[in-house]
């Protein structure tokens, strides 16, 4: 019997091989969900957000238009970026890129709303992503357990809900969690 197993993958996987020096850059500037799609031989994209060390609109525009990487949005030191696995080496290879992390396939950022996003990009931008950030959830209906299990393991936990709409707390960072959650219609800032 012959296992799938080819290069520490399981279920057949293909992997990309990368060297030293790109696992190297993978571990010190992208999150672990852009260091697994930077490891696949997939095509399909996706958004990540990228924060450079100066200003995208001043320093980094133009090279930005010249290069093959589709702008979503930006903010002041951080872009959303549409990627695939291919061109995420090639990104972090930029000696001005200062980190990276993947967001979800592209359809999913219709579900932030526009001001949301634009805090995402601010909070990237200055490094506190890591901060709590209170988010009104709009759900497809009540919601219950499974939900709240969605929510908690995005590093979010729930302070009140009124029927489909919730009210969570938790670290900017989490929201790519939330957005693969199919049963969360729109995520907003709460007021």
Not at 82 to 105: E, F, R, Y
Not at 107 to 119: F, K, T, V
Not at 139 to 156: N, S, T
Request: proline fraction near 6%.
């Amino acid at each position: 019997m012959c296992l799938p197993l080819v290069c520490g993958c399981l279920f057949g996987e293909k992997r990309r091989d990368l060297s030293p020096a790109d696992e190297e850059l993978l571990a010190a500037k992208a999150d672990p969900r852009l260091r697994k799609e930077a490891e696949t031989l997939g095509t399909e994209q996706f958004a990540a957000i990228a924060v450079y060390r100066n200003d995208i609109f001043l320093h980094h525009s133009e090279a930005l238009g010249k290069s093959s990487l589709t702008v979503l949005n930006e903010m002041g030191r951080a872009a959303i970026l549409l990627l695939s696995p291919g061109q995420i080496v090639p990104l972090l290879k930029d000696p001005s890129l200062q980190k990276a992390a993947w967001i979800g396939p592209q359809g999913r950022l219709a579900r932030l709303d526009p001001s949301l996003e634009l805090d995402l990009l601010s909070r990237f931008g200055a490094g506190t992503e890591d901060r709590d950030v209170n988010l009104l959830l709009r759900l497809m209906d009540v919601g219950g357990a499974a939900e709240e299990q969605a929510v908690v393991a995005a590093g979010f936990r729930v302070v009140t809900k009124a029927g489909p709409n919730w009210v969570v707390t938790g670290p900017m960072m989490g929201i790519p969690k939330l957005l693969e959650y199919d049963r969360i219609n729109y995520i907003e800032k709460a007021s």
